[in-house]
């Protein structure tokens, strides 16, 4: 007995604030913690939801404006909407949607590099000559000084 309060006191010595309950377990994977979410990576330094929702939505469709790398700043600003799967219902497919259009537009740009990058005049044969860009000044006639 003298060993556990000799133990107990010397517990307390090291913790000065003990958790009174022992038996409780800190689940970080729930969204329903006492921890607050916040929608942007900002936490309360960051938007409001109805803030947030205005948004996302811009980013998402001005995406479609040839600007698919607003996908990307969308997931990137909006990370904790991506992470907590239950969180901000409303604000949720717009980032969802702006990851799978980032994905998308990134294979296809890779594809796209890649192809002419190992393919090249091997792949594409004579008409590569009219596909590269870099004898544009050559079949104007920019080239030639008289």
Same mark, same amino acid.
């Given at each position: ?54 948004? %996302?939505?811009? @980013?998402?469709?001005? /995406?479609?404006? &040839?600007?698919?790398?607003? +996908?990307?700043?969308?997931?990137? =600003? ?34 796209? %590099?890649?192809? @002419?990058?190992?393919? /090249?005049?091997? &792949?594409?044969?004579?008409? +590569?000559?009219?596909?590269?860009? =870099? ?12």
């Amino acid at each position: 007995m003298e060993a556990s309060q000799s133990q107990a006191s010397a517990n307390a010595a090291l913790n000065p604030h003990p958790n009174p309950n022992s038996n409780y377990t800190n689940n970080s994977n729930s969204i329903l913690s006492s921890t607050p979410v916040w929608p942007t990576i900002d936490g309360p330094l960051g938007l409001s939801e109805e803030e947030s929702l205005a948004y %996302a939505r811009r @980013f998402y469709k001005f /995406g479609y404006a &040839l600007l698919p790398f607003l +996908w990307a700043v969308n997931c990137f =600003y909006f990370w904790p909407v991506l992470r907590h799967s239950r969180s901000f219902p409303r604000l949720r497919p717009y980032v969802v949607l702006s990851a799978i259009g980032f994905s998308v537009f990134s294979v296809i740009l890779s594809s796209w %590099a890649l192809t @002419f990058a190992i393919g /090249g005049e091997h &792949l594409f044969g004579s008409t +590569w000559d009219q596909l590269v860009m =870099y004898n544009v000044a050559d079949r104007l006639g920019l080239t030639g000084w008289s």
